[in-house]
């Protein structure tokens, strides 16, 4: 077993990481100790460092099944990019010839080849499985585990045969990973897979910087988009609408309107959606309107709305279509549009399906609609939905919470639930328990003779409107469950059963009735509402244009939160311009005149006060620890031995580094960076912040893979600042 400094070393050695993300050593160990592993792990989590450094630790081949042969060409570059040959990875899918597959097997049986990638497809060919039974395996990796579930939003029916390929093969452990996936998915893949008793780790799917809205879809829902666009110049989003022929309305509505959008959908040819794509990355055009076709391609960090014309077929479409909103951390706005007529016009659509595809379908949108009617914190019932907890009451960042609606007792109600889904022996779904409460004589019903139970229409006094949010409320307490097997059955939990016995209070809130409200819509965590947004859009039109001049990303000259603050405060003096949050002396001196002056035109063209604060408020003065900072660096002095001087982390000594460059101070770290980072590495990371829209380091790591660490691309980040804005 490799001791703990040892896989830190291994993790140094071959990726040039000085520490795991998250769960990665814990899912690493498991796997090393021979056990099933089943991972659960946002997009940019580092799923695959999970199977990829195991692989180059224990003896054998790693088999890694993959859906997407781009993504195994990607990867297996990548990892003999690390290596002093070219056959530590392979692949072996339909892409290859007769000669490169022999190569392929050559390097496998000698032992050279630790990661062999395989679409699942190529795994289950007999001459394949005959070859694979003949060499050592280390263990097997399933990516995007979800494709083995019909519940899962990407079902691929070849992802069924491969446990039975697997004990074709042989025995070894076998690790699945996944970046969405509900209980009930995860419990599909599992199964599937033969790990039942497989130790799961979960990674959290909340995205606090989001803010979760839904409307009534009225007949004036385009004019509620214009509206709510019109109001947020300059921001991109993305509008989802279910048909190709709505995508298309919609867009010439709002090109009508004078709104930069273009319409996105697998009708268009790949030369059209290709460039409507550049388009929106280069801030030519601000709204895609489109079908799910959109998104999956394109990694835009700053995109500020997602619009839900209709309300999504399931809520993993949702989760990860709202997802697309500020993956930057900053403002993300998600609007959804709901109407019941929608979910009977998508229900009608399923008509002539097979009928156990129908039933899946149905009981997706059954979870659809309890989200978007219910006033219960969005927040608790999107985490609830894909088996997480959010244990606040109230998480001040969805409709629901920042307008919370009465709560009522419903404690007698809960019960009288309770005891029907006890009576009708936990085997029904939620309908057919409301209409045993509410005594309704359906065929269903009869035919069971749940009519003659004690239960039937014990809740013929109850507000029928009440079931529903009673129901889907005791579902997030825990009181009931629903069935993994059978998915939507109603079952008793142990805490159910107690409160049966000794209730307690139960509070709860009726479902919304979707009232047409006409009132400004909360910002959430954006521009302050006392910004200027026509001053602002000029900044940032005259940001943009410095930033073609020179050839640079925006970010570069000024960040969004300098602008911000400009078309806030007003500043237009030099030193004034210094107060404004990321202008520091170097900057305010290279880039402020021409803002400066824009600003002060658009006060006496506007007639504006500036507010007093502003030219009363004092710089503050460099900290003694900043001088230090800057003085060791000109003494070259390496970081980490600056840190340990300084008696700070060497993150914090990263962040204290970052904000002295963000502010426009130049300093060159040329000597520490060239004795700890890879030249290839440093020339791939400072060309990606030449090209990038956004400095965000998330995205960073999303966009340059798990090769490079987080403080290499920290480290680069600041040598492309220094010397590109300063």
Not at 322 to 337: K, M, N, P, S, V
Not at 396 to 416: F, I, R, S, T
């Amino acid at each position: 077993m490799t001791t703990e400094i040892n896989l830190t070393e291994r993790l140094k050695h071959y990726f040039g990481f000085d520490k795991f993300k998250g769960n990665q050593e814990a899912i690493i160990r498991n796997l090393l100790d021979g056990n099933d592993t089943f991972v659960l792990m946002p997009t940019g989590g580092g799923k695959s460092l999970c199977y990829q450094l195991p692989s180059l630790l224990m003896e054998g081949t790693a088999i890694v099944i993959s859906p997407l042969i781009a993504l195994m060409k990607n990867q297996v570059d990548v990892i003999n990019g690390m290596s002093d040959n070219d056959g530590v990875a392979h692949y072996l899918n339909s892409s290859l010839n007769k000669s490169a597959i022999n190569q392929v097997m050559s390097d496998v049986r000698n032992g050279l080849t630790k990661l062999l990638y395989v679409a699942p497809e190529s795994l289950s060919k007999e001459e394949n499985i005959e070859f694979l039974k003949s060499v050592k395996i280390s263990f097997y990796a399933i990516d995007e585990a979800h494709c083995i579930s019909e519940w899962g939003h990407d079902f691929r029916p070849e992802y069924r045969n491969i446990r039975p390929t697997i004990t074709k093969i042989g025995s070894a452990p076998v690790i699945a990973l996944t970046a969405t996936a509900t209980d009930k998915v995860r419990s599909d893949i599992k199964k599937s897979l033969g790990i039942i008793d497989a130790q799961e780790f979960k990674s959290s799917f909340n995205r606090a910087n989001l803010y979760y809205e839904v409307k009534p879809k009225t007949k004036d829902v385009d004019k509620d988009i214009i509206k709510f666009i019109k109001q947020r110049p300059g921001k991109s989003g993305i509008i989802y609408c279910l048909s190709r022929k709505k995508v298309e309305e919609l867009s010439a509505v709002l090109q009508a309107n004078e709104i930069k959008s273009a319409p996105y959908h697998a009708g268009l040819d790949s030369v059209t959606r290709s460039q409507t794509q550049d388009d929106f990355l280069m801030e030519r055009i601000d709204v895609i309107v489109a079908t799910i076709a959109f998104g999956m391609g394109i990694d835009k960090p700053d995109v500020r709305f997602v619009i839900h014309y209709d309300i999504p077929k399931s809520l993993e479409g949702y989760y990860q279509e709202t997802g697309r909103a500020g993956r930057d951390g900053g403002e993300g706005y998600c609007l959804a549009f709901y109407s019941r007529k929608d979910i009977q016009k998508m229900e009608k659509f399923m008509e002539g399906k097979p009928v156990a595809e129908q039933d899946i379908g149905k009981q997706l949108l059954v979870e659809t609609a309890a989200y978007a009617e219910s006033s219960v914190c969005r927040r608790k019932m999107l985490l609830h939905y894909f088996g997480e907890d959010y244990e606040k009451d109230n998480c001040h960042n969805c409709d629901n919470c920042l307008h919370p609606k009465q709560k009522y007792e419903a404690k007698d109600a809960l019960v009288l639930v309770l005891k029907a889904v006890k009576a009708v022996k936990e085997n029904f779904r939620q309908d057919y328990i409301i209409n045993v409460l509410e005594g309704n004589q359906t065929d269903d019903i009869t035919s069971h003779k749940h009519d003659e139970l004690e239960e039937f229409g014990s809740g013929d006094d109850v507000d029928s409107n009440m079931w529903n949010p009673i129901i889907r409320q005791a579902l997030i307490a825990g009181y009931l469950k629903k069935d993994v097997e059978n998915y939507g059955l109603l079952k008793l939990t142990s805490a159910g059963k107690r409160f049966m016995k000794t209730p307690i209070s139960f509070m709860i809130v009726e479902d919304g009735d979707f009232p047409d409200v006409d009132e400004e819509e909360p910002q959430s965590g954006g521009i302050n509402s006392v910004l200027d947004q026509e001053l602002y859009v000029a900044l940032k039109d005259l940001r943009a244009k410095k930033a073609k001049q020179k050839n640079l990303p925006p970010y570069v000259i000024f960040q969004d939160v300098s602008i911000e603050q400009m078309a806030t405060m007003y500043p237009i003096t030099i030193e004034e311009l210094k107060n404004i949050q990321g202008v520091g002396d170097g900057k305010a001196k290279r880039y402020g005149k021409e803002f400066l002056d824009v600003i002060k035109k658009h006060c006496e063209d506007n007639q504006i006060e500036r507010p007093a604060e502003l030219r009363v408020r004092t710089v503050a003065k460099k900290s003694i620890l900043k001088v230090k900072i800057i003085h060791s660096i000109d003494l070259q002095t390496p970081l980490d031995d600056v840190a340990n001087n300084l008696n700070i982390e060497f993150e914090d000594l990263l962040s204290e580094i970052e904000a002295i460059v963000y502010s426009g101070t130049k300093i060159n770290i040329d000597y520490f960076l060239d004795e700890v980072v890879d030249d290839d590495h440093i020339d791939d990371i400072y060309e990606y912040f030449r090209e990038s829209e956004t400095d965000s380091l998330d995205v960073a790591m999303d966009e340059l893979g798990d090769d490079y660490s987080e403080d290499e691309v920290r480290l680069v980040r600041i040598k492309f600042l220094s010397e590109m804005a300063n």
